[in-house]
């Protein structure tokens, strides 16, 4: 699959568009394909990994997640085993990572 990704702070310039593995899910996560997400100003932080206590959480020196972005909506692909609110087909709106 496709994703933008990052591997320093920055601005937008330090984003790259490049193919990463498909994600195995747990018991208890789903596996969305994403139709629409959004960037809103927790991940513009979060990218440029300001205010600086932040990067405690995020990576000191460099982002712990190669991915950026929460905000989504989508078709749930797959489902883990411990899961009973959502199936495979089910539209995935307005849903947020946690």
Do not use: C
């Not at 699959?1 to 996560?29: C, N, R, S, W």
């Not at 809103?40 to 950026?68: M, S």
């Amino acid at each position: 699959m496709k994703a933008f990704t990052k591997t320093k702070y920055g601005g937008p310039e330090v984003l790259q568009l490049e193919e990463v593995e498909k994600p195995k899910i747990q018991d208890d996560h789903i596996l969305v394909k994403v139709a629409a997400n959004s960037a809103n100003p927790a991940d513009w932080h979060i990218l440029r990994g300001e205010p600086f206590f932040a990067r405690f959480t995020f990576g000191l020196f460099k982002p712990k997640d190669k991915i950026l972005g929460a905000d989504f909506a989508g078709i749930v692909e797959e489902v883990g085993n411990n899961v009973t609110h959502f199936k495979v087909g089910d539209r995935a709106i307005d849903l947020v990572v946690l």
